[in-house]
């Protein structure tokens, strides 16, 4: 009767499977956001991660360099290799240009790591690090996977669109590409000036929203459905029902595991042949 009661009493202060999922939606904020916009609230976590995993990245980069020798490679090394000869000959069918090449083929191979690193984070256990950051740091929130919040995913299409931008006036000059605005894609004249550049504005817009939409969209389900998956589990008790489910969470989330390794592989893999073809079309003259 006593462990009878204990339980009920948990299972009464326990939160409901709604609030379960919006308080792991909620990021650890500097300020309450007063609008759907708010440029004045930093999600703090997404931040943070983003920053940590960069640098993480970038170390795993310099290591693999600085290791690399002519003999027989090591495993780290050969996969390194295979990452780089494969951004390399992508960037090669893309980008004509061997000077630009340089510097793009380098960027898309960060992009790459980076945003794998980062969809990666959703394959750690929804309740560890929010678990650790609530009862070691006394963290409200912490969300752990910055692609999927939109701000981090925009942040980064925004990014390419200012290389975009600058290649574009590097290769065409700032009167050729201001030319280029207003001529293409309908023809070269006046009239049509106000027409060439609505459209020009409207392409770089959508590029650029549709290009961080897609990996947050793709992500943020994927977090949900691990939620979704730990509710399961949650859901454990000494009754028919209770185990059955616990034994769906495992399973189902081993298969989801395993899928979404595949997922943040395509994502990240999407994003920077995308980086690559809007840099592409960038060096096009019209």
């Known amino acids: ?94 980008v004509h240009n061997a000077q630009s090449r340089k510097l793009v083929a380098p960027l898309a191979l960060t992009v790459f790591v980076w945003i794998f690193l980062l969809n990666a984070m959703d394959l750690l256990p929804v309740d ?43 290769i065409k000059g700032a009167g050729g590409w201001v030319h280029e605005l207003f001529s293409a894609p309908f023809g070269d004249k006046w009239f049509l000036y106000p027409v060439n550049f609505l459209m020009q504005i409207i392409e770089f817009v959508a590029k650029t929203v549709s290009h961080g939409m897609r990996l947050f969209g ?3 389900a994927g977090e949900l459905i691990f939620m979704l998956i730990a509710l399961m589990g949650g859901a454990f008790a000494l009754s028919a029902t209770g185990i059955l489910l616990t034994i769906g969470h495992i399973i189902a989330g081993s298969v989801w595991a395993i899928f ?19 840099v592409g079309q960038a060096h096009d003259h019209h």
């Open 128 to 170: 560890l690090l929010p678990w650790i950051g609530e009862h070691v740091f006394g963290l409200s929130h912490l969300r752990v996977v910055p692609t999927a919040d939109l701000s981090v995913t925009m942040g980064l299409s925004l990014g390419v669109l200012i290389v975009c931008l600058i290649y574009n006036v590097k």
């Open 260 to 278: 979404h390794i595949l997922i943040i592989t395509l994502q990240a893999f999407v994003f920077m042949m995308l980086t690559l073809v809007y």
């Open 1 to 94: 009767m006593a462990a009878e009661a204990v339980a009920k009493e948990g299972a009464a202060h326990a939160p409901t499977a709604g609030e379960y999922i919006i308080h792991h939606l909620q990021h650890l904020q500097n300020d309450h956001q007063h609008g759907v916009v708010d440029f004045s609230v930093v999600n703090l976590d997404s931040t943070f991660f983003t920053i940590v995993i960069g640098v993480l990245g970038c170390w795993l980069l310099w290591l693999a360099a600085r290791k690399a020798t002519s003999g027989v490679p090591g495993r780290f090394q050969a996969a390194v290799e295979l990452l780089v000869e494969m951004v390399d000959s992508q960037a090669k069918g893309i």
């Open 218 to 220: 793709n992500m943020y």
